[in-house]
């Protein structure tokens, strides 16, 4: 967690401890659906409440953004370490044992809000950030260039990058960066104040993994030890 956050930190995301609980609309507005294509249970929500447990601090971090117009014409960039709660940790049954799929983990996440024009570029510097942790730790990876029909609902284009695990015999994802252009922005009802035509229009968020921790350890050790 310290290792990710200073790499951060050091390109420029101010540091944030997201909550890990949200209100249910923040968690659909972020593209998190209650229940996935094979009618999975994605959320744990709490019983009698309008709440949820969050699967990734994107969720509260994109809610900070709620009913705001963003200033300046730089992109802001937040890091947040949280919990992150799953569900439906078995994937349809699979990995249900070890440490690739578990229901609670600590995970540091990346959160950007920028103009329109900012965001193809924005995706590869923090595809380029995640390629700089992997390569440092010295593990073998490949990044994916998502298709179309493996992209959630929010993300308009999607990076993963999956590294060399042997107890798996196989490679797994350890990161993911996507654009969500205004998808996100237009559910939450953030915005930006273009500076020529001088009218508000919804920002770009985009978002991406710094350390998944429980899936980094796993092939730390399997590599190395």
Request: one cysteine or more; aromatic letters at 8%.
């Amino acid at each position: 967690v310290s290792y990710a956050t200073k790499k951060a930190r050091d390109r420029g995301f101010r540091m944030c401890l997201p909550p890990s609980i949200a209100k249910n609309e923040v968690i659909d507005a972020c593209g998190f659906r209650p229940r996935d294509m094979n009618n999975e249970q994605q959320i744990y929500h709490l019983q009698n409440s309008n709440l949820g447990l969050t699967a990734t601090a994107e969720i509260t971090l994109a809610g900070m953004g709620i009913n705001k117009v963003m200033s300046g014409i730089e992109p802001h960039k937040l890091v947040g370490v949280s919990r992150s709660y799953r569900a439906e940790a078995g994937a349809r049954g699979r990995d249900t044992k070890g440490l690739y799929r578990v229901h609670e983990f600590t995970k540091v996440e990346l959160f950007c809000w920028c103009k329109p024009d900012q965001s193809n570029q924005l995706l590869e510097e923090l595809k380029n950030f995640q390629i700089d942790i992997i390569t440092e730790l010295g593990l073998s990876g490949k990044v994916l260039n998502m298709p179309a029909n493996d992209l959630g609902a929010p993300a308009y284009k999607k990076y993963d990058i999956e590294v060399w695990m042997p107890g798996r015999g196989s490679f797994g994802e350890v990161t993911s960066t996507s654009n969500c252009t205004d998808f996100q922005s237009r559910r939450m009802n953030t915005k930006f104040r273009n500076e020529k035509s001088g009218k508000l229009e919804y920002i770009h968020t985009l978002n991406g993994t710094a350390m998944a921790v429980p899936r980094v350890i796993l092939a730390l050790v399997e590599n190395f030890y």
